[in-house]
């Protein structure tokens, strides 16, 4: 399966700095052969959109609504990101569930929505360090990703991208070891194939917390991992080039 590369960039940036940032990944392109996206704040998608015309750079947002359209103070449509090129939208990253009370039902409203409206959803499980302490990982990730299966078609599943981002390795510099983070989505591939036959054997599903250049090629290693979603790394074009890179010669 090609691998693809999501860089996260969260709340950082500014017009200036993505410039230099966009412009900077648009140098190093040339040697890239996975696929490559940004997902990057709200009010910078017609920046970037404008930055990355012409190239192979799939343009994200970092949320989208679970609405269609209306009465919804500060939220963002799926039609509007379509609007502004996008392809790809994260949902139910850790910081939206910790930060802004997302449950699993809101995340799977909003995948749903998503995929109605015509964009990838990248959809982020994971579990926190008291989870993990008490061996509860493939449990509650169990959980996040078959609320999610509950609310889809067959077909919608299969369009999915999900991404295991264990919360105590995002922005930590810590990491499960590639062999643990390949446990976890080998399991989440058998309850996406257990529902979707072969189907599900095609949903990527990437790796995400703390991955860098040094550490990239022990995951994208792993049979179940197809990539990676990255936050802290995406900030320098040289990182993320890397990191592209080294996904590339495992295409
Ligand atoms: P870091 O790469 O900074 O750990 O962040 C990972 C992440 O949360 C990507 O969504």
Redo the contacts with the bound molecule.
């Keep these: 399966m090609r691998k693809l590369i999501?860089?996260?960039w969260?709340m950082n940036g500014s017009l200036a700095v993505n410039a230099e940032l966009l412009a900077g990944i648009r140098q190093g392109l040339h040697k890239v052969q996975c696929d490559l996206g940004v997902?990057v704040p709200f009010p910078y998608l017609a920046q970037c959109q404008i930055l990355l015309e012409g190239t192979s750079v799939v343009l994200g947002a970092q949320d989208v609504s679970s609405h269609a359209v209306g009465a919804y103070t500060g939220q963002v449509s799926t039609r509007m990101l379509l609007d502004f090129g996008c392809r790809f939208a994260?949902v139910g990253?850790?910081?939206r569930r910790e930060f802004c009370g997302e449950t699993d039902e809101v995340v799977a409203d909003k995948v749903q929505r998503a995929l109605a409206g015509g964009l990838t959803p990248i959809v982020?499980v994971g579990e926190t360090l008291e989870n993990k302490e008490d061996g509860r990982t493939q449990e509650i990730v169990g959980r996040q990703i078959d609320a999610v299966l509950r609310v889809l078609e067959d077909a919608e599943i299969a369009g999915l991208v999900v991404?295991y981002?264990p919360v105590w390795?995002?922005?930590?510099?810590k990491t499960p070891t590639p062999e643990m983070a390949q446990e976890v989505h080998a399991m989440i591939r058998t309850q996406l194939v257990g529902r979707i036959g072969d189907a599900g054997k095609g949903v990527r599903i990437l790796y995400?917390?703390?991955?860098?250049p040094s550490n990239a090629a022990g995951f994208l290693d792993m049979t179940d991992i197809d990539g990676?979603?990255?936050?802290?790394?995406?900030l320098k074009a040289a990182d993320f080039l890397a990191i592209a890179s080294v996904a590339s010669a495992r295409n």
Excluded: F, P, Q, R
């Design positions: 999501v860089g996260n969260k997902c994260i990253h850790s910081e982020c991404a981002e390795a995002i922005g930590t510099g995400g917390g703390s991955m860098k990676g979603l990255i936050g802290g790394a995406a």
